[in-house]
């Protein structure tokens, strides 16, 4: 097989995709516009979640896109092989226009084609769902693989755990009889078919075992002909859909036939500079610095502001930072802040080209990132303060694990330091480490399920209202202070909206009753809603304000409010404005160097 590098499959798969008449779209930001249910963008569909219930998209009824995507459910898993925090993911989207066998002819074209990636059909297998209470066995699929020439033997027919997405998780002990329990998510699903490449200096077997690892999967098809409510029920939706995805940094790893994704051409630039700096050579953290400087800038680098924090998606952009200075601190690194900076630097040049907001952003990220380091400097010392009152010579679990959580200092520098005073660890230190860990996640999970609770991804009623308000809000801010202010993101679920916003100083109480008195006028007006398709040269020429720089394809949706709004916008929104309640701005605070945020809720009609 011929070498191939990242950009040049990437652009493959968008070149064969527009080849079958699909509208190359762009990757949307790292933070989705409007899905709170989740942090970050995980999957390329979240985006498309509206799409895929069925509205309608400027683009048209095919897509492919390079979607950038971020997840940190196996961060401790970085290191090794194939995890990586943030990736690209290739995909193709049908809405509601074609289905399983085109969808599948396609992914078998572009992976054997001579013309293609030419690869050698007896080194492909795939799975497919093999049925349960909720769902049918997938017979349509397996028997499309087989008239493509996969013999029968390397089909295998595998449960939701592993052919359904989104991921279904089983509960300990298993589902209960009739329909699956534990972590069912909620939302448009359906089963998949993934494909698997043979990776061994062997010949493939003649039948496909999917629990040997020299199966690797390089693409999912999904199938997403059901919605999930909040209620558990599966139900039809109104539409067939198709959403496929190809990791590109692994299958990049496997066409090349390299043992690790950090071997790859995109890493090799930021690798190879930071060889020079490495004191103390150690693989494992050696890949976590690489793959945590390049999550680090394209976080900070996204079209959506996101500021290192305690909480949310601050708190997974600290995370990394303080994870990365851990890798940096045992490879023995000089001049942590300086390289760390220079490492974003070499990110944002390997990839501006294929994400502009690395580039236009480069300067703030830098400045976050260098004020994140200054305050993790100021926080190990009260943690380590903390650790040295210890009189005792030895440490529980518990307690390091106490002031790991409360000063924000990484156990792997808690358990240097305490090992470097001479002290010693309790003889359960390993297992009260666990406990306490565990017992955080857990508290951790609950109160992430109370705020992220449902959201836009389901279109609940109210999170619809709090979306539609954040366009009266944006446009009543500029009316008030001027029209240097801009969106910088926003955050809703049913019990709020969250709008941050360009503007320098705080807002004086004058300010913020005229822009609570002209959103709450423009909603007892009850203005129309109306959405219309345009390029995005005439919606600018409208007047049409937009959030994100590179996010746009050629064709968008703008959604006008009467005479007073008009905005670029993909989400779902309410009919006129009268269906809106009373909005009362119940906080606003700085987000660090000319960023504001509002917090806002619906109250009782006239209730201030």
Wanted: net charge negative.
């Amino acid at each position: 097989m011929n070498a191939i590098s990242t950009d040049t499959l990437r652009e493959k798969f968008l070149q064969f995709f527009e080849s079958k008449r699909h509208a190359r779209i762009p990757s949307a930001p790292l933070v989705p516009e409007n899905d709170p249910s989740v942090l970050f963008t995980t999957a390329g569909m979240h985006p498309l979640v509206p799409y895929l219930k069925g509205q309608p998209h400027p683009a048209g009824k095919r897509l492919t896109n390079a979607q950038k995507c971020l997840r940190t459910t196996d961060i401790e898993a970085v290191g090794d092989a194939t995890h990586a925090t943030v990736f690209e993911m290739l995909g193709n989207w049908s809405l509601g226009d074609y289905f399983k066998a085109d969808a599948i002819a396609y992914s078998w074209e572009f992976l054997t084609s001579e013309q293609w990636l030419s690869i050698d059909p007896s080194y492909v297998a795939v799975s497919v769902f093999a049925g349960d209470a909720d769902a049918p066995r997938d017979e349509e699929s397996a028997s499309m693989w087989q008239r493509l020439g996969v013999p029968e033997s390397r089909i295998a027919y595998l449960g939701k755990e592993d052919n359904w997405w989104p991921a279904y998780a089983p509960p300990v002990g298993g589902a209960t009889a009739g329909k699956p329990a534990g972590n069912v998510p909620a939302g448009p699903q359906g089963p998949d078919t993934e494909m698997f490449y043979w990776c061994a200096n062997t010949p493939p077997p003649d039948h496909f075992d999917p629990t040997d690892k020299n199966w690797v999967e390089i693409w999912n098809d999904v199938f997403i002909q059901y919605d999930r409510g909040a209620d558990g029920e599966l139900r039809e939706l109104s539409q067939q859909n198709v959403d496929t995805g190809m990791g590109l940094e692994r299958t990049v790893m496997i066409l090349n036939e390299l043992s690790s994704i950090y071997e790859i051409d995109t890493f090799a630039p930021l690798l190879t500079w930071l060889d020079a700096q490495i004191r103390q050579p150690d693989e494992r953290w050696r890949r976590i610095l690489a793959d945590h400087l390049k999550a680090i800038t394209f976080v900070l680098g996204d079209d959506v502001l996101v500021q290192p924090s305690n909480t949310e998606r601050g708190y997974v952009a600290r995370r990394l930072i303080r994870r990365a200075v851990v890798a940096a601190r045992t490879l023995r690194i000089e001049g942590i802040t300086a390289a760390m900076t220079r490492g974003l630097q070499v990110i944002v040049e390997q990839y501006s080209n294929v994400y502009p907001s690395l580039l236009s952003r480069a300067d703030e990220a830098e400045r976050l990132l260098r004020e994140e380091l200054h305050k993790f400097e100021m926080a190990l010392d009260r943690g380590l303060n903390e650790l040295a009152k210890n009189q005792t010579g030895s440490f529980t679990g518990y307690q390091v694990f106490g002031v790991s959580s409360t000063y924000a200092v990484p156990i792997e520098l808690a358990e240097e330091f305490i090992v470097g005073r001479g002290d010693s660890f309790s003889p359960n230190y390993a297992q009260e480490l666990a406990e306490a860990r565990t017992q955080h996640q857990e508290k951790s999970r609950t109160a992430a399920a109370g705020k992220f609770k449902g959201g836009l991804a389901d279109h609940s009623v109210r999170s619809v209202q709090y979306h539609t308000a954040t366009h009266l809000l944006n446009q009543a801010l500029r009316d008030v202070l001027g029209d240097h202010v801009l969106q910088k993101g926003s955050n809703i679920t049913p019990e709020r909206l969250r709008f941050d916003f360009s503007h320098g100083e705080k807002l004086t109480a004058q300010q913020r009753a005229q822009v609570e008195a002209i959103v709450n006028e423009k909603i007892q007006a009850d203005l129309p809603v109306e959405r219309q398709e345009m390029t995005v040269a005439e919606a600018r020429a409208a007047g049409a304000l937009g959030l994100f720089a590179e996010k746009y394809g050629e064709r968008v949706s703008v959604y006008s409010i009467g005479d007073y709004s008009r905005e670029i916008c993909g989400g779902p929104h309410v009919r006129r404005t009268g269906e809106l309640g009373y909005l009362r701005i119940t906080k606003e605070e700085s987000l660090g160097k000319g960023i504001r945020r509002l917090k806002a809720e619906f109250s009782p009609a006239g209730q201030a």
